[in-house]
């Protein structure tokens, strides 16, 4: 590990509620670029998740744990609640953000926040294009498949899955 001043970190925010397989990917690829990932769990106070902050926090780290990829090892997990993303990085030192995309939605809607973050602050976002085996899966449809009883194993990890469960009801495992 290179000296703590020239540590290159970067952000991976999103609610995270609950992390995917898709959310997982882009985390441990981020990994591979940079020193140290601060996995962001943004919790916004307005909003209801399904899980609460602690609760999400423990399962981005127990997916990692779990995973038993090396790059894992570089993430470390953080929430943080009621604040700009950029005043979170800034606290971390950290200039970058890195954001996985699925498609021109996720870019539309990921460009204004980009650009608002470089004004704010002049963290540049990174974009990682989004692995097509995940281009489905988002946590809303996660959300609404295992609500319903939908097998959701392909698209979360497995301590993911068993919350849902638990959270949902035993359908969301059964199958
Ligand atoms: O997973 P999400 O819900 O798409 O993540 C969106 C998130 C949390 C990254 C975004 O809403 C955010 O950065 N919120 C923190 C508040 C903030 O900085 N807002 C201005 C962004 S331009």
Do not use: W
Request: hydrophobic share 45%; charged share 25%; with cysteine.
């Amino acid at each position: 590990m290179p000296p703590l001043a020239q540590i290159r970190r970067c952000v991976c925010p999103g609610s995270f509620d609950p992390l995917t397989l898709g959310h997982l990917d882009v985390l441990l690829r981020a990994a591979a670029m940079f020193d140290v990932v601060h996995a962001g769990v943004a919790v916004n106070p307005a909003k209801r998740g399904l899980f609460s902050g602690p609760e999400r926090v423990e399962l981005v780290r127990g997916a990692l744990a779990a995973s038993g990829d090396p790059r894992a090892e570089r993430v470390v997990v953080e929430e943080f609640a009621d604040g700009l993303l950029v005043d979170h990085c800034r606290r971390l030192g950290a200039a970058v953000v890195v954001k996985g995309l699925r498609g021109g939605t996720d870019y539309a809607y990921e460009l204004p926040m980009a650009l608002m973050n470089r004004h704010l602050a002049e963290v540049e976002t990174v974009f990682l294009v989004g692995d097509p085996r995940f281009e489905h899966i988002s946590s809303s449809l996660v959300k609404e498949v295992a609500r319903y009883g939908g097998d959701v194993s392909a698209l979360v990890p497995p301590v993911v899955r068993a919350a849902l469960a638990a959270r949902l009801g035993e359908n969301a495992s059964d199958q």
